[in-house]
């Protein structure tokens, strides 16, 4: 299986493309913020992408998280959907390539969940240091589980805090979308088919007699 | 899929054809097994489903996790091409900036058109529908009764494989014995809505959809379709053995490399490539109708996207069947001399009584369902149970407040995950670790989607014009929308909220989301459900239709439209079935023109 670190990562003529808008653009505007999180030239994969293939992370579009976003975005992906008997940890699935592929993304959903991400990722940081010295990725669970539960929290009146609050809501459902594209997602939440068969049972007599249904399609 | 360029094509053709999908693939299958010479026009590219089709793909395979985007609205896996609400160059207009006026514009341009990811349910008009102004003083009556059209209806459902159970209900045509196929198991979802409905009166029976559940029987049908025809006999029952029964897996919505669900691309055009008489351009986007001095139409002028450059098409009789907007767009465009308004609208009805379907929808989580044991729910790829219409007589009685019928389709969701979370934020909200995977395994699979599709009623308000200064990238003047709902319309909408609330409460389940409080809360915008009908409504005369019941136009003889422009009303029932059963007798009919020498 590919590591994240044999994905396509940014090119070097990507990021001189982006040099050269920058340089463009600063010369209309007495000051530009050229912070990775706002800079998205990438093209989406069109009307007319080839659909029967396999595509990987990293395919269409360049993945953009730096180092230190990926070690906090891995830490917390696990911290959400951790190692258990319902099957192995998000990291492990490749979740963190998922939010970095969807983060990237030229499409306006993806870079609005793309700005609360980033901005999620700077705070969470920002907390663990000032609470423990540290980066979240370098806390022991505990700890991280502690910051969580701030985020948890639905009350927050703080705008800092529901602001983080938001970005947790939006990284676990993006974490859950991508651990449960995966056969062992699969596994996990229950799903079994996607495979040829030569007949259709429908619901088996187990599932039909715990909710009181007879099958009305006799063959 | 063979194709020919715009050089190959011959000086002049029987019969040239606009699109296709479903009126243009019919069209092109009956007239070519007849012997008759037939170019087809196809503004996409060429598409090959056996080739092209995701069939198997994951979410994890695919971009986002498969997500819809701008550039494929439905999802990646979705087989739609070059298509979508929006198309780069190819912009349509507002004629309202109200947001409760809006029309959206499905468009898909390519080889099959919408054939190719539609969801293959396939109801038949029943006789009220052709008659609804007969019945209750609304909208218009159609040309035509019920009984003309049924042999059309048994012919092409014989042809496609419609699975489906006959229940003698009203309104809700059975098929004659032998022509559907067995229909599949109830899933859970199915079988628990149908065992709410039946506490809360509301019928739930077995769909009719276009999937294979079987092999056709390739032996005896094709004798059937086309008696004394041997030669057309042997094509199609080559083509029915090349298509295998459904495996299921796959949603239906990618298409279907093994032809289990009907496609033009699967069905339609392969006999009639077969037949040796058929050409397909592709990429080849229909501008205008052709009018020759005799004032008869001669041929379509198009843009050949390849090269940019207008072309042209001759043929004997021409046929329209691009999509009812597309239609109706080519014909304003095609203004002349003759045909000041547009080719065919002296009667100034060409783009009026535009319907789409009433669509809304309810869903509820049922505690019933939650973790219940994991089994394979993937089914026939689509619906396998609805209900039809049930409250005809209530409705006639005047108990109702809305004139028309609806059916109900049922979601379950045990399906595929990927891509979004496959269950909703608040279910799990505040939670992580192993608690928050245990709470994704409880619920999922425990909500249901209850979905109202329903008739509107033809009105002034809703209809197509050319925009006056929009072009679009090859300079052709494109349409502008004007959208209203009506009352009948949105307290149809809030009857089957009601309706679906108290399906849901049956289940032992509880409604999501806020209560609606009126109609225009929940309606999904004109046209979003890809239904759009009318625009070149037929009927008993020239003055107050644009064609007459054989889809043939009164101005211009041959003529014909076999899209979905010619309905004059559109039933809850979906229009796919229909296009398909009038674009087949309208066929039968310039094939009879052809033998009396007439064409």
């Keep these: 299986m590919d590591t994240h670190e044999t994905l396509p990562r940014l090119s070097r003529r990507q990021v001189l493309k982006w040099f050269a808008a920058a340089a463009a653009a600063s010369q209309a505007t007495p000051f530009l913020a050229f912070s990775q999180d706002s800079v998205h030239d990438a093209v989406g994969y069109g009307s007319d992408p080839k659909l029967n293939e396999i595509y990987k992370r990293g395919d269409f579009w360049p993945l953009t998280f730096s180092s230190k976003q990926r070690k906090t975005v891995t830490a917390l992906a696990d911290v959400i959907l951790p190692t258990d008997d319902l099957g192995p940890a998000a990291s492990q699935l490749r979740v963190p390539d998922f939010i970095d592929e969807w983060v990237s993304a030229p499409y306006p959903k993806q870079q609005a969940d793309g700005k609360t991400v980033l901005s999620g990722l700077k705070w969470i940081d920002e907390e663990s240091n000032q609470r423990f010295k540290k980066n979240f990725a370098d806390l022991n669970i505990k700890q991280q589980q502690s910051i969580c539960d701030v985020m948890c929290k639905q009350d927050h009146t703080d705008s800092k805090l529901k602001q983080a609050a938001s970005f947790f809501r939006t990284f676990t459902s993006l974490s859950m979308g991508a651990y449960y594209s995966t056969p062992e997602g699969w596994k996990a939440i229950g799903y079994t088919g996607n495979t040829p068969s030569p007949t259709f049972a429908g619901p088996p007599q187990e599932v039909l007699d715990k909710l009181g249904l007879e099958q009305t399609v006799k063959s | 899929m063979p194709t020919i360029s715009v050089s190959q094509s011959k000086a002049e053709y029987d019969v040239a054809i606009v699109g296709s999908g479903a009126g243009g693939g019919q069209m092109a299958y009956t007239l070519t097994l007849a012997g008759l010479k037939c170019v087809m026009l196809e503004a996409g590219r060429s598409y090959d489903p056996v080739t092209e089709t995701p069939m198997f793909q994951t979410a994890d395979q695919a971009p986002l996790g498969g997500a819809s985007t701008p550039d494929k609205d439905l999802g990646f896996w979705d087989s739609t091409i070059d298509g979508g609400w929006d198309m780069p160059g190819e912009p349509y207009t507002q004629g309202s900036t109200s947001k409760d006026q809006e029309f959206t514009w499905w468009r898909s341009r390519m080889m099959g058109g919408r054939t190719n990811h539609w969801g293959r349910i396939s109801l038949r008009n029943g006789p009220y529908d052709f008659k609804g102004r007969s019945r209750d003083g609304l909208g218009f009556d159609w040309p035509i ?20 159970t006959n229940e003698g209900m009203e309104n809700t045509p059975d098929s004659p014995p032998g022509v559907l196929q067995p229909p599949p198991k109830g899933r859970v979802g199915d079988l628990m809505t149908q065992k709410a409905g039946k506490k809360v009166g509301v019928p739930v029976i077995p769909i009719h959809r276009a999937v294979l559940t079987r092999p056709l029987d390739a032996d005896t049908i094709p004798a059937k379709l086309h008696p004394g ?95 009812s907007g597309e239609s109706v767009r080519i014909l304003l465009n095609s203004e002349n001399n003759q045909f000041p308004d547009g080719v065919a609208n002296s009667s100034g009805l060409v783009g009026k009584y535009i319907m789409d379907t009433v669509g809304s929808s309810l869903s509820g989580q049922i505690p019933a369902m939650e973790n219940l044991p994991p089994h394979n729910d993937d089914g026939a790829g689509g619906s396998h149970f609805y209900s039809p219409w049930w ?43 192993t608690k928050l995977k245990e709470e994704a395994r409880r619920y999922y699979g425990s909500f249901i989607g209850l979905a109202c599709r329903g008739e509107m009623i033809p009105n002034k308000n809703s209809y197509a014009e050319l925009d006056p200064t929009v072009k679009d990238k090859w300079g052709i003047p494109v349409l502008r929308w004007h959208w209203k709902w009506t009352d009948h319309e949105l307290n149809m909408a809030m009857h089957a909220e009601r309706t679906f609330a108290s399906m849901i409460e049956a289940m032992g389940g509880k ?84 033998r009396q020498g007439n064409l």
């Design chain 2, 229 to 323: 025809n041997k030669k057309a006999q042997k094509i199609v029952g080559d083509a029915m053995r090349a298509r295998a029964a459904c495996f299921w897996a796959t949603p239906c919505g990618r298409g279907c490399s093994i032809a289990a669900n009907y496609q033009s691309t699967t069905v339609h055009l392969p006999p009639a490539l077969a037949t040796g008489n058929l050409d397909i351009i592709p990429n080849a986007h229909a501008r205008e109708v052709l009018i020759g001095k005799n004032g008869k139409a001669s041929g379509f002028l198009f843009v050949d996207k390849t090269t940019g450059k207008e072309e042209r098409v001759n043929a004997k009789a021409v046929v329209l069947a691009a999509s």
């Design chain 2, 391 to 433: 409250l005809y007589k209530e409705q006639l009685a005047g108990k109702l407040d809305f004139a028309r019928g609806y059916h109900i389709e049922i979601g379950g969701t045990r399906r595929m995950p990927g891509g979004n979370s496959p269950v909703p934020g608040d279910y799990t909200r505040g939670l992580y670790g």
């Design chain 2, 145 to 164: 009764t019920y009984d003309e059209i049924q042999p059309y209806y048994d012919k092409v459902e014989m042809l496609i494989g419609v699975y489906g």
């Design chain 2, 511 to 594: 409604v999501r989301g806020t209560p609606a409080k009126t109609g225009l809360d929940i309606i999904r915008p004109g046209g979003n459900v890809k239904h759009e009908v009318g625009g070149a409504r037929m009927g008993d005369n020239s003055k107050d239709s644009v064609c007459n019941s054989l889809n043939q136009t009164w101005d211009v003889e041959n003529l014909f439209l076999t899209d979905a422009a010619p309905f004059v009303t559109n039933a809850d029932k979906n229009p796919t079935l229909s296009i398909m059963a009038f674009s087949w007798r309208c066929a039968d009919h310039i094939i009879e023109q052809a």
